[in-house]
């Protein structure tokens, strides 16, 4: 009488996780093992929504799950004079459409770090803005330079932006209308 023992082993079969369509883990699983869900990844200017549908155990397969990222949105705050101007939101990494100058006697006018692209986290701007002299005091009769942006010395103002050097050695930029 022969008598043959045999043993049986319980076959394995990959688990895959995918994000942004790269293998982001691989595990070898054996066959009826539990499945626990991998920690959600991260990824700078989106939140992760999770995993496609996981099997609560391993099937006699192989399976592929995929990460899903929904991309964030973040608020960009306009202020002008310390009040807020207007608010907007942007997805990350959107390209940012400045918002126009607003209605005013305005010279010059700009935001000041207005970012090209939206980044992972809220953004507050100022404006930065001169507007037409009105007048120009001085306390007393005083001497003074006149020079163009670019440095030139002028006989007098000029319409536009004016570096005054006084002599009391101040400097000082004014915008003539």
Do not use: C
């Given at each position: 009488d022969v008598t043959v023992i045999g043993t049986f082993s319980i076959n394995k079969y990959k688990?895959?996780?995918?994000?942004?369509?790269?293998?982001?883990?691989i595990y070898e699983v054996e066959y009826g093992a539990a499945?626990?869900?991998?920690?959600?990844?991260?990824?700078?200017?989106?939140?992760?929504?999770?995993?496609?549908?996981?099997?609560e155990t391993m099937?006699?397969?192989?399976?592929?799950m995929?990460?899903?990222?929904?991309?964030?949105s973040y608020k960009l705050t306009y202020m002008i004079d310390d009040k807020v101007?207007?608010?907007?939101?942007?997805?990350?990494?959107?390209i940012i459409t400045p918002e126009p100058q607003p209605e005013g006697d305005y010279t010059t006018f700009e935001?000041?770090?207005l970012p090209q692209k939206m980044p992972a986290h809220d953004v507050v701007v100022n404006a930065s803005y001169t507007s037409g002299i009105v007048e120009l005091l001085m306390p007393r009769q005083q001497n003074?330079?006149?020079y163009s942006p670019n440095g030139k010395r002028l006989n007098s103002p000029?319409?536009?932006?004016?570096?005054?050097?006084?002599?009391?050695?101040?400097?000082?930029?004014?915008?003539?209308?």
């Amino acid at each position: 009488d022969v008598t043959v023992i045999g043993t049986f082993s319980i076959n394995k079969y990959k688990l895959t996780y995918t994000v942004d369509g790269e293998e982001y883990k691989i595990y070898e699983v054996e066959y009826g093992a539990a499945i626990t869900p991998e920690a959600a990844p991260i990824k700078e200017g989106y939140t992760f929504s999770g995993w496609s549908e996981i099997p609560e155990t391993m099937p006699a397969r192989d399976v592929n799950m995929t990460g899903i990222f929904s991309i964030n949105s973040y608020k960009l705050t306009y202020m002008i004079d310390d009040k807020v101007y207007k608010e907007t939101m942007y997805k990350y990494g959107e390209i940012i459409t400045p918002e126009p100058q607003p209605e005013g006697d305005y010279t010059t006018f700009e935001w000041i770090d207005l970012p090209q692209k939206m980044p992972a986290h809220d953004v507050v701007v100022n404006a930065s803005y001169t507007s037409g002299i009105v007048e120009l005091l001085m306390p007393r009769q005083q001497n003074v330079r006149v020079y163009s942006p670019n440095g030139k010395r002028l006989n007098s103002p000029q319409k536009g932006v004016n570096i005054i050097r006084m002599s009391n050695g101040r400097t000082k930029k004014i915008v003539v209308k």
